[in-house]
């Protein structure tokens, strides 16, 4: 088991019965499973598509914690050619995190949606205005009319998959932000890289022995 000053890897959701059924229980009223959480063809990825470790990060723009997370979780990537990251915006802590996530989201109908969400997570402090939020996007090299008339056009689809993400979230027993799926573990709060890096290779680990495991 690993643990730092501000996150707790818990056991295996498949290997935990207490914690599996708990799961279950939420995940069946909202129909949902952990392949479908981690395979929302809807929610943005990063990585190798065919990564052999799926990491799944549940992220407000206006967490200090999450914005810390952000160089971890790139770092990862850098370094490790087998994983996979999903991003789900999870905007909890205000108004202007629904802002941030859904001109994110929008940004990925024109394939810009890292560099958005890139340029979001480097604001510094929290509880930023929009107007601070709109002018990271727009330096972040994004096409900002067609982002804006993307909204526009699928904000219905965006508001839905951000509903779907806070469900997930709640499903899988998450309280606040940030919070991660690491292969069948999960992870509360903040990760620095060597914790995160020691977890991609337990999940790993695990899912060689078990190949079933998410």
Do not use: W
């Amino acid at each position: 088991m690993l643990t730092n000053r501000r996150t707790v890897l818990l056991a295996a959701l498949a290997s935990s019965p207490l914690l599996a059924s708990g799961f279950v229980r939420r995940a069946k009223a909202q129909q949902m499973t952990l392949e479908s959480i981690a395979n929302d063809p809807d929610a943005p990825t990063a990585g190798n598509p065919k990564g052999d470790v799926t990491i799944v990060a549940f992220l407000d723009y206006n967490c200090p914690y999450c914005k810390k997370s952000a160089p971890t979780l790139d770092g990862i990537l850098q370094t490790d050619s087998g994983v996979r990251l999903v991003y789900k915006d999870c905007p909890v802590l205000s108004e202007a995190s629904v802002f941030g996530a859904r001109m994110a989201l929008a940004a990925n109908y024109q394939g810009a949606y890292q560099r958005v969400h890139a340029a979001l997570m480097r604001i510094p402090g929290r509880r930023n205005p929009q107007s601070t939020m709109e002018e990271a996007i727009a330096s972040s090299g994004a096409d900002l009319a067609r982002l804006k008339s993307d909204l526009i056009a699928h904000g219905d689809d965006i508001d839905r998959l951000i509903r779907r993400n806070i469900a997930q979230a709640e499903a899988l027993g998450f309280d606040g932000v940030p919070n991660f799926l690491i292969g069948p573990y999960k992870a509360h709060g903040y990760i620095d890289f060597d914790a995160m890096k020691s977890a991609v290779a337990q999940a790993r680990a695990l899912t060689a022995a078990k190949p079933e495991a998410l």
